[in-house]
């Protein structure tokens, strides 16, 4: 079985400030693994995600993220955050057996 | 190339009642996803079509809950009868080829809720 843990629930950061946003893995098989944004009243948005490689991933509106297999985490962050980043922020792991299994989600709060 | 839509947007009934969800994949995507997220909690999955068999419905709660994918394009989820912990957001994805690293495509979602 597959589990993906999001440390924290709720980050309130300030604008300009950096970011990371936790997120940990459970899994017996290889995996791939996504983080999405849900900004208020809209539907899930790709991020970034990671399928092979490099491990250090980019992702859209200045978001990166970290495979790490030893500590089986995949943590989010932002050097910078502005307001407009506002939103809920999802970690979500897929395997080939065609489902994909999503964390709790963390609100980040970005406050001028 | 238009995205995964969900239709209604948003749907208000009373408990008791039934409701119907539509999705329409991207076109020419043979795997179609439903997920829900109730109360807060994390996005859980449904059930997953390939093209209009139902390849995994481990995740569906209870036969109040039927989905169907006739001739394997857009896809219907009924609740009936509603019950109030039906409440939540309904998500549908769709991706092009099974196992293909997880390129699932959301839709915007439908919020349910049940009084």
């Known amino acids: 079985a597959q589990s993906v843990t999001q440390l924290d629930s709720q980050v309130p950061v300030f604008e300009e400030a950096p970011v990371e946003l936790r997120c940990n893995y459970s899994?017996?098989?290889?995996?791939?693994l996504f983080w999405y944004v849900q900004y208020p009243n809209q539907g899930l948005q790709l991020l970034l995600k990671y399928l092979s490689g490099s491990t250090l991933v980019k992702g859209i509106n200045g978001f990166e993220a970290e495979f790490n297999k030893s500590q089986t985490s995949f943590h989010l962050r932002k050097p910078s955050v502005h307001i407009s980043d506002t939103a809920e922020y999802f970690c979500a792991l897929y395997t080939n057996a065609g489902k994909s299994t999503f964390g709790d989600g963390t609100t980040l709060t970005v406050k001028p | 190339e238009a995205g995964v839509t969900q239709f209604p947007s948003h749907s208000v009934i009373e408990k008791g009642q039934t409701v119907t969800l539509r999705c329409d994949p991207i076109?020419?995507?043979?795997?179609l996803y439903w997920y829900r997220r109730v109360m807060g909690k994390e996005i859980k999955f449904l059930l997953h079509?390939?093209?209009?068999?139902?390849?995994?419905e481990s995740g569906m709660p209870n036969n109040r809950f039927l989905a169907e994918r006739t001739g394997g394009t857009y896809s219907t989820l009924k609740v009936q009868p509603a019950e109030l912990e039906d409440s939540g957001v309904y998500f549908c994805?769709?991706?092009?080829?099974?196992?293909?690293?997880?390129?699932?495509?959301f839709g915007p979602g439908t919020r349910l809720t049940v009084t």
């Open positions: 899994s017996s098989v290889s995996v791939y």
């Open positions: 076109s020419g995507h043979d795997n």
């Open positions: 994805a769709s991706s092009q080829v099974a196992g293909s690293r997880g390129e699932q495509y």
């Open positions: 079509f390939v093209k209009e068999s139902k390849q995994d």
